[in-house]
């Protein structure tokens, strides 16, 4: 079974630092391009970062450039999303998807951020 | 980087038929035909029904429907079923420096 697994979500203070994981099983990993995607209480989906199946290319949103770096273990078929420098609006549901030919399938179940003092 | 735009809202009853559009400008949506759906029931995760404009995933009911004019994307549900109530969202490739747009959401409800 095709299966995302987000982790490293948590509650965290304006200015402060997390380190997100996504574990993936049941595909090969290293050829596929993967995503950050997420979504504010009461909100849409906005997209977040993209890295391609070497992390060769590497995308960002203008809203996280800067402050969230996106990176990939291909031998633990892991990706990762650093945030640093986290503000109020960076509060959200992470969520990993796999990108296929532009279209984000499958999606992990998501991991919450909290950016509150 | 601004998304696309749909309508907040739609509804129809059981067995109808219901259209929600999707749009962008030349530079996404009128610009490729990278265009996606999504379906997502509030707690669990997004899943995707259509790509590319037209095509359904396997297991995607055919009632689910993809189509694409200009800057402006429309999926269609027919026959509309209870557990079709969620919110959608479409999405379109927008070119390297800004990459997957989404639209900021539809929920439909079945009456």
């Known amino acids: 079974e095709v299966q995302l697994v987000e982790s490293g979500g948590g509650l965290v203070q304006p200015g402060g630092s997390l380190r997100l994981s996504c574990a993936a099983s049941?595909?090969?990993?290293?050829?596929?391009?993967m995503n950050w995607v997420r979504q504010a209480p009461g909100k849409g989906l906005e997209w977040v970062s993209y890295?391609?199946?070497?992390?060769?290319?590497?995308y960002y949103s203008d809203s996280v450039k800067g402050r969230f770096t996106i990176s990939r273990d291909n031998a633990k078929n892991s990706l990762f999303l650093q945030m640093n420098n986290l503000r109020v609006d960076d509060t959200a549901v992470y969520y990993c998807?796999?990108?296929?030919?532009?279209?984000?399938?499958?999606w992990g179940q998501g991991t919450m951020v909290t950016v509150s003092s | 980087q601004s998304a696309l735009t749909q309508p907040p809202s739609a509804s129809g009853s059981p067995g109808q038929s219901v259209t929600i559009s999707c749009t962008g400008t030349?530079?996404?949506?009128?610009?490729?035909?990278?265009v996606s759906w999504y379906q997502h029931h509030p707690g669990k995760a997004p899943k995707l029904i259509i790509y590319?404009?037209?095509k359904r995933p396997s297991g995607v009911p055919d009632r689910f429907s993809g189509s694409k004019s200009g800057n402006t994307a429309s999926l269609t549900v027919s026959g509309l079923q209870a557990e079709d109530e969620a919110d959608y969202y479409c999405?379109?490739?927008?070119?390297?420096?800004?990459?997957?747009?989404f639209g900021g959401g539809t929920k439909l409800t079945v009456l």
């Open positions: 590319e404009v037209t």
């Open positions: 890295i391609d199946r070497r992390g060769g290319n590497i």
């Open positions: 049941g595909f090969p990993f290293s050829v596929y391009s």
């Open positions: 030349s530079s996404d949506v009128g610009g490729y035909n990278y």
């Open positions: 999405n379109s490739y927008a070119g390297s420096n800004n990459f997957g747009v």
């Open positions: 998807a796999r990108e296929d030919w532009g279209s984000y399938s499958p």
